[in-house]
Nanobody, 121 residues
Framework: VQLQASGGGLVQVGGSLRLSCATSGRTFSMYHLGWFRQAPGKEREFVARISRSSGYTAYADSVKGRFTISRDSAKNTVYLQMTSLKPEDTAVYYC???????????????WGQGTQVTVSA
């Protein structure tokens, strides 16, 4: 299972970024997909998740109303649209795949490499 994250960068407070995670068609159709992040010195934390059917989404309270997760079946890609970015959103963002509908790091089976998001004040 391969997951390729991209789209990170440097953005000012209040700005927006869209992260992408490209997968294979098999992965895309079989797994629930999620985004996590890890800031320096902190544990990896859940950000957002979307179910296989795209019918169910879930968000961490810290990003609810600002971030939107979506998936494009034609491109086998999951996105994380991030708006109203804050300095505390600075982290390495990871996409991941899970066979079960869950929210915890340990529930996700496969991980992509991270993409750095830096929000400057």
């Amino acid at each position: 299972v391969q997951l390729q994250a991209s789209g990170g960068g440097l953005v000012q407070v209040g700005g927006s970024l869209r992260l992408s995670c490209a997968t294979s068609g098999r992965t895309f159709s079989m797994y629930h997909l999620g985004w996590f992040r890890q800031a320096p010195g902190k544990e990896r934390e859940f950000v957002a998740r979307i179910s296989r059917s795209s019918g169910y989404t879930a968000y961490a309270d810290s990003v609810k109303g600002r971030f939107t997760i979506s998936r494009d079946s034609a491109k086998n890609t999951v996105y994380l649209q991030m708006t109203s970015l804050k300095p505390e959103d600075t982290a390495v963002y990871y996409c991941a795949a899970a066979s079960k509908l869950a929210l915890t790091v340990s529930s996700f089976d496969y991980w992509g490499q991270g993409t750095q998001v830096t929000v400057s004040a």
